[in-house]
Each structure stands twice: as structure tokens, then as C-alpha cells.
């Protein structure tokens, strides 16, 4: 009898730790949504100038293929440009998308400078990525993911697209120095504000993540 209940004991106590165990992973977890996005996913921009335009549209790419739409092969530069762009004058502030029954709306919103915590912040919010401007330079990347503290883009710009790439490697780290000069002189972002990919995911049995904006509560973070 007391072998039994010792046994129970042990059974308890191994079942406790492995569910301990499980919820410290969970916490510990990082915003890793677009880390395994296919080799096409990634795009090059055709010319100088438009890195916000295609970073944008790998925006919209992002958000699609998250929620397991296979249009997202569809987005071009063309297709983002008709939507965002304005020639001779450059990227929205506010723009949607609207193509057959998608709809994604994209806002902007202006930065000083921003923290490693008020970063994460945004991609928690954000698993689809953001459009992440550094006038100085100028540069935008798709900000797509981070690991600790370090983060990772898709960056359009020759020679450092193609891939997932750690910020401090993307053409505003080449121009800047380090990880710690971008997030400082960063002046902008753009974001996924409002979409119906939640109602078109309801009507999909398979779709995977849906992409939700809590873009008031980050700016409020933000002090914008």
C-alpha cells in the first residue's frame, strides 16, 4: 500500500514540474511569427527610392500567408504600388488594400527614436511585421521578427535582400553601425491598422494565425 502511494506521489510531483515546465516556455516565448517565411516570400526593389513601397507590399505579403492565403504570391510591386504608392512623392501615410474580397488598411505612425522593449512591444501586437523608416538614412525594412534582443528584418535593398537578415546587418546597419544607432534615429512606422483577414480565416476550416492591429494601445506606449 505504501509503495502505491508513493508512487502516486512521484506521479504527482513529475506532472506539476513537466506542467510548470510548459508554462515557463510559453512566457519565455519571443515574437517569432514570420521566421520561416519561404525564399519567395522575400523581394528586391527594382530601383532606388522605393524601399518603403516594397517593404510595404512584404507587408501585405506577410499578413496573407500567415493567414493562409495563397494570394500572397500575388503581391508585386505593382499591386502594393497601386494601393500606397504616391508617384513623386513616395509611401502613404494611410492606405488600403482592397483586391477582390481582401481588405487591409495600413497606417502610419511617427517615431523619436524607440526601445528595445517598446519594439517587442510592437511586433507582439504586430506577428505580421512592420514597415520600420529611418529618414536619416533613408531606409525602410519589413521588421519581421526578434529573438532576446535582437531583431531581424526582410530588407528590400540589393545585396542584403533575399532572406531573413539580423537588423544590425540590413542596409541601416551598414549605414548606421550597430542594432543600438537604428532603433535611435528610427522616425517612422507603418502598420497593419485594420483588415478582414479574421472574417475570410472564419471562412477557411484550415487557416492558421489571423493578423488582429492594437495599434491604439501601442501608441499609447509610445507616447504618439
Not at 512521484?10 to 515557463?24: K, N, Y
Not at 539580423?166 to 534615429?185: F, K, M, P, T, V
Not at 492591429?213 to 507616447?223: C, D, P, R, V
Request: aromatic share 10%; charged share 20%; glycine share 8%.
Amino acid at each position: 500500500m505504501q509503495i502505491v502511494q508513493k508512487s502516486k506521489r512521484v506521479l504527482s510531483i513529475l506532472l506539476i514540474a513537466i506542467l510548470c515546465f510548459g508554462l515557463l516556455a510559453a512566457v519565455a516565448a519571443p515574437a517569432q511569427a514570420v521566421e520561416d517565411l519561404p525564399e519567395t516570400f522575400y523581394m528586391e526593389q527594382s530601383r532606388g527610392g522605393i524601399c518603403t513601397m516594397v517593404s510595404s507590399a512584404m507587408l501585405l505579403r506577410s499578413a496573407l500567408y500567415l493567414n493562409g492565403d495563397s494570394r500572397w504570391e500575388d503581391i508585386s510591386e505593382s499591386a502594393a504600388a497601386s494601393a500606397c504608392w504616391i508617384w513623386g512623392i513616395g509611401l502613404a501615410y494611410d492606405w488600403t488594400y482592397a483586391v477582390d474580397d481582401i481588405s487591409i488598411t495600413v497606417g502610419h505612425t511617427d517615431l523619436y527614436g524607440v526601445s528595445v522593449e517598446e519594439l517587442k512591444a510592437l511586433l507582439d501586437a504586430h506577428p505580421e511585421g512592420i514597415v520600420f523608416y529611418c529618414g536619416g538614412v533613408p531606409h525602410a525594412v519589413l521588421l519581421t521578427d526578434y529573438e532576446d534582443d535582437t531583431f531581424y528584418c526582410a530588407d528590400p535593398a540589393p545585396y542584403c535582400s533575399g532572406g531573413r537578415v539580423a537588423l544590425a546587418d540590413s542596409w541601416l546597419g551598414y549605414r548606421l553601425g550597430s542594432q543600438e544607432n537604428i532603433l535611435r534615429c528610427a522616425t517612422a512606422y507603418w502598420s497593419i491598422t485594420d483588415s478582414n483577414l479574421e472574417a475570410l480565416a472564419h471562412d477557411s476550416a484550415d487557416a492558421p494565425v489571423t493578423v488582429t492591429a492594437q495599434k491604439a494601445e501601442i501608441q499609447e506606449t509610445l507616447g504618439t
